[in-house]
């Protein structure tokens, strides 16, 4: 099966420590548009190590996923999911920081479980990413900034 791996380096206009928090399934909802999750599992109600959430696919089924990594002190987080039948998936971030922005170094490994997830993948290329990434930056920084929702239209794909 394919496996398609990309990286990037935000930068983003905060403290770490701001920053950090708001790498969760439940404060996503606060900077990302259109962010829909449901919360499985947390005992403290946001990210935590083992925390499992879900997203909607277009094709009606969910993706889950899985905190594999919760490290406050060093700024470090992961995840795992798997869309069934199409993608498994690692996500790591590592925040760098700075004295006047915080790098998050963003890491995403991709691999397809069946064939309709390598059709899927033909897509994931590094322009495709980058778009995804820009986006993402674009949504964090405005919320950093303004502490509000950045318009839909303005927060990429």
């Not at 394919?2 to 380096?9: A, E, F, P, S, W």
């Not at 439940?26 to 925390?51: F, H, M, N, Q």
């Amino acid at each position: 099966m394919k496996r398609v791996q990309h990286t990037y380096i935000q930068r983003n206009p905060a403290t770490a420590e701001k920053v950090f928090p708001l790498l969760c399934p439940v404060r996503e909802a606060d900077w990302i548009p259109d962010w829909k999750y449901r919360l499985v599992y947390s005992k403290t109600g946001v990210a935590e190590l083992g925390c499992v959430f879900t997203t909607p696919n277009n094709d009606g089924s969910e993706t889950t996923w899985v905190v594999t990594e919760y490290d406050p002190m060093n700024k470090r987080i992961a995840f795992a999911w798997v869309w069934p039948r199409m993608i498994a998936t690692r996500l790591s971030i590592r925040l760098e920081p700075g004295a006047a922005e915080t790098k998050s170094h963003i890491s995403y490994e991709y691999t397809a479980l069946s064939e309709a997830g390598e059709r899927e993948m033909e897509g994931y290329s590094a322009e495709w990413f980058a778009a995804k990434m820009n986006g993402w930056e674009s949504a964090i920084n405005h919320y950093l900034r303004t502490g509000q929702m950045i318009e839909p239209a303005n927060a990429g794909e």
